[in-house]
């Protein structure tokens, strides 16, 4: 599978909101998701098959994929989102992004 | 709850072997695809093996094809990885994943490949 390309950086500010890129899911098909990952923990699924969110997980969260881009949205930014973000395509193996760090301003 | 439980990590010479073990606990382990995932100090997610629900089918990462084998015991409700000839490009914390797309992962096991 081919590499998939995030941004190293994001911010954000307390309540506004925050997209995180990931380009090179144009041949993974609805098999795209997203992790968050604190300091010192283990990562934690967010976003399955496109945009899936496991039971737990607040709707602030949202993903979509366009072409050869898929997409995480955080809205309502809380201080708790600040983390390591990695996008992922799975068939067979899994195929992840560089990660992205979210700091809230 | 869904529980995984790696086990087996440590400090290692270069050139020497280990095991690591993934005790899974409640849901039907022989069931699900299980992964491998490493992540090395400061550094991103790598995948490095998958092992089907039945243990028949298992695909590598090239870094560690050859070296590494992904195995389960479905009786045990277990995941393996024996991991020889290792090189301090392994050194990493070793986390287990369930399903195709990591569902819930484990706490992680860390290597260290040091002389």
């Known amino acids: 599978q081919s590499a998939l390309t995030q941004p190293r950086s994001v911010s954000g500010s307390p309540g506004q909101s925050v997209t995180i890129s990931c380009t090179g899911t144009?041949?993974?098909?609805?098999?795209v998701s997203w992790y968050q990952q604190h300091p010192g923990e283990a990562p934690k699924l967010i976003i399955y098959?496109?945009?899936k969110r496991p039971s737990g997980v607040p709707d602030r969260f949202s993903g979509s994929n366009s072409g050869n881009t898929a997409s995480l949205t955080i809205s309502g930014l809380q201080a708790e989102d600040e983390a390591d973000y990695y996008c992922?395509?799975?068939?067979?193996?899994?195929?992840f992004g560089g990660g992205t760090k979210l700091t809230v301003l | 709850q869904v529980q995984l439980v790696e086990s087996g990590g440590g400090v290692v010479q270069p050139g020497k072997s280990l095991r690591l073990s993934c005790a899974a606990s409640?849901?039907?382990?022989?069931?699900?695809?299980m992964h491998w995932v490493r992540q090395a100090p400061g550094k991103g997610l790598e995948w490095v093996a998958i092992?089907?629900?039945?243990?028949?089918?298992?695909y590598y990462a090239d870094s560690v094809k050859g070296r590494f084998t992904i195995s389960r015991d479905n009786s045990k409700n277990t995941l393996y990885l024996q991991m020889d000839s290792l090189g301090a490009e392994d050194t990493a914390v070793y986390y287990c994943?369930?399903?195709?797309?990591?569902?819930?992962w484990g706490q992680g096991t860390l290597v260290t490949v040091s002389s």
């Open positions: 144009s041949s993974a098909y609805n098999y």
């Open positions: 994943a369930r399903n195709d797309y990591g569902d819930y």
């Open positions: 092992i089907w629900y039945d243990g028949v089918n298992k």
């Open positions: 098959n496109v945009n």
């Open positions: 992922c395509s799975y068939s067979g193996s899994l195929a």
């Open positions: 409640g849901f039907t382990f022989r069931s699900f695809h």
